[in-house]
T-cell receptor, first 115, second 111 residues
Framework: AQSVAQPEDQVNVAEGNPLTVKCTYS??????LFWYVQYPNRGLQFLLK??????LVKGSYGFEAEFNKSQTSFHLKKPSALVSDSALYFC?????????????FGKGTRLHILP | DSGVTQTPKHLITATGQRVTLRCSPR?????VYWYQQSLDQGLQFLIQ???????AKGNILERFSAQQFPDLHSELNLSSLELGDSALYFC??????????FGPGTRLTVT
């Protein structure tokens, strides 16, 4: 079955420092991976996706993610964190088996950027 | 603004009652998904509809049902409500590229 794992419930980073939010995946076939962000009292917002091509994917708000096939990872990164980046981040994989076409989300990682 | 709308924003009801949550997808999107988000269970996929037909089912209870209408809006019906059904319920729609666009959610409180 397609799945993603986010090993950290929470990540704390000082403002201005680089940040990484980890995600590993388990898929059959080619992975179709996403990152979403959820701000307090809001729905999830799409950040970026990987289908094929460059292993470094650039997304919204200065975020990027690195696809690593050998490590089955898709970590979210940003070179310099902002306090406004504090939110809940979800890694996800598209599951297209048979007639199904759904996205499976990880449990989420809460990112705290400390001023 | 994702273009997905959900009503109502908040809903407070008693145990045993039935409620209906409504979702309007982005213009042109044929797929609608429903999710439940609670503190202890995280984000759980409930059900997907595509152009009026049920396409995929997740962790949806038998007390819950959904449908998608010809104008593509969708409703999630929750019946015989229990305290544990209190959660945020999100609707999302997607195009053929698979990216999902989420509505603002309906916060359901069962007392």
């Amino acid at each position: 079955a397609q799945s993603v794992a986010q090993p950290e419930d929470q990540v704390n980073v000082a403002e201005g420092n680089p940040l990484t939010v980890k995600c590993t995946y388990s898929v059959s076939g080619n992975p179709y991976l996403f990152w979403y962000v959820q701000y307090p009292n809001r729905g999830l917002q799409f950040l970026l996706k990987y289908i094929t091509g460059d292993n470094l994917v650039k997304g919204s708000y200065g975020f990027e993610a690195e696809f690593n096939k050998s490590q089955t990872s898709f970590h979210l990164k940003k070179p310099s964190a902002l306090v406004s980046d504090s939110a809940l981040y979800f890694c996800a994989v598209r599951d297209m088996r048979g007639r199904d076409d759904k996205i499976i989300f990880g449990k989420g990682t809460r990112l705290h950027i400390l001023p | 603004d994702s273009g997905v709308t959900q009503t109502p924003k908040h809903l407070i009801t008693a145990t045993g009652q039935r409620v209906t949550l409504r979702c309007s997808p982005r213009s042109g999107d044929l797929s609608v998904y429903w999710y439940q988000q609670s503190l202890d269970q995280g984000l759980q996929f409930l059900i997907q509809y595509y152009n009026g037909e049920e396409r995929a089912k997740g962790n949806i209870l038998e007390r819950f049902s959904a449908q998608q209408f010809p104008d593509l809006h969708s409703e999630l019906n929750l019946s015989s409500l229990e305290l544990g059904d209190s959660a945020l319920y999100f609707c999302a729609s997607s195009d053929t590229r698979g990216e999902q666009y989420f509505g603002p959610g309906t916060r359901l409180t069962v007392t």
